[in-house]
């Protein structure tokens, strides 16, 4: 008898741990488990030590709540302008609600899956393949938006969608490359034309400030110069009537100095003269002396009188003398008046 109850309080200890054994469950972080009783949820099991009751609750789905990784596979996409294409991505998404993750959708990988692979479908459609190749981040933020607002009522967080590559054909790309080209010639030669025209619009810049310079300068140096010739009038003028006053007085020395002045420029004018290819030289001094003695007799002839009033005798005639001239054809007037003066 003490053998058999020895056996009950042995088989009584083995049902208490199978009992304590089935209701005490231990959650590993990162997860959340449900728990059903009669096949019904009724609550959740957080990370940790948690008890249920023992052969009448039981475990139902293990939900993982950490961040995932979704791998969505290549897929032909026809874009706005009827180009194909091929598309990979990749999505991360996290539970945030394990009952309705569990128990709202079947199989949710795979849902998640095909929703995204037909919202690639739907946005890159939409666009055309310029725009599509250049607005990435674009077609990010679309799918992410649309996909998480379709994801939302089964607890789930669409946390990223990036798409990875976009393949155009071969043929596709092989124009897309000459375009390029074509478009970064064409840029090219615009550039170079643009400086061309800079280059001219500053030269010719340039060459109008020089020519307004020179201008200002010219007018300049006519001004001065028109300046500078209207003293020389007045002192000529000044100068012509001191002589006549001194004429008219009877004075000819003024005069005799105002021919030389005038004979003496007319032979600087005769030697510098481009014509001018043969003068004798020296001029003899006496000869252009006895000139101006000449002409002051015959101012006095015109005058009449001397300066005391009385008339003045005739003076006798002289002998004409004809200019010597050289064998070279060359007149010496200096020699003639010379003879002039000797006679």
Known sequence: MFFGFEVALLVLAVVVLLVIFAGVKQIP?????TVERFGRFTKTLKPGLNLIVPFIDQIGAKMNMMEQVLDV?????????????SADGVAFFQILDAPRAAYEVRDLERALLNLTMTNI???????DLDELLAKRDEIN?????????????WGIKITRIEIKDINPPKDLVDAMDRQMKAEREK????????????????KAEGEKQSQILKAE???????????????LAEAEAKATTMVSDAIAGGNTQAINYFVAQKYTEALGQIASANNQKVIMLPLEASSLIGSLGGIG????DVFGNDPSGSPRPTPPSRPRTTPA???????????????RNQS
């Open 29 to 33: 972080q990162g997860y959340n488990y």
């Open 73 to 85: 596979p290549t897929q032909q996409v026809i874009t706005k302008d009827n180009a194909t294409i």
């Open 121 to 127: 479908r739907t946005v890159m459609g939409s666009m």
């Open 141 to 153: 933020d679309r799918l992410l938006r649309v996909v998480d607002e379709a994801a939302g009522p």
């Open 187 to 202: 840029r090219a030669n615009v550039l170079e034309a643009q400086g061309f025209r800079e280059a001219e619009i500053l």
């Open 217 to 231: 300068g010219e007018r300049e140096a006519a001004f001065r110069d028109a300046e500078a010739r209207e003293r």
């Open 297 to 300: 007799e015959i101012a006095k």
């Open 325 to 339: 001239v050289s064998s070279s054809g060359v007149v010496n007037t200096g020699e003639a008046f010379g003879k």
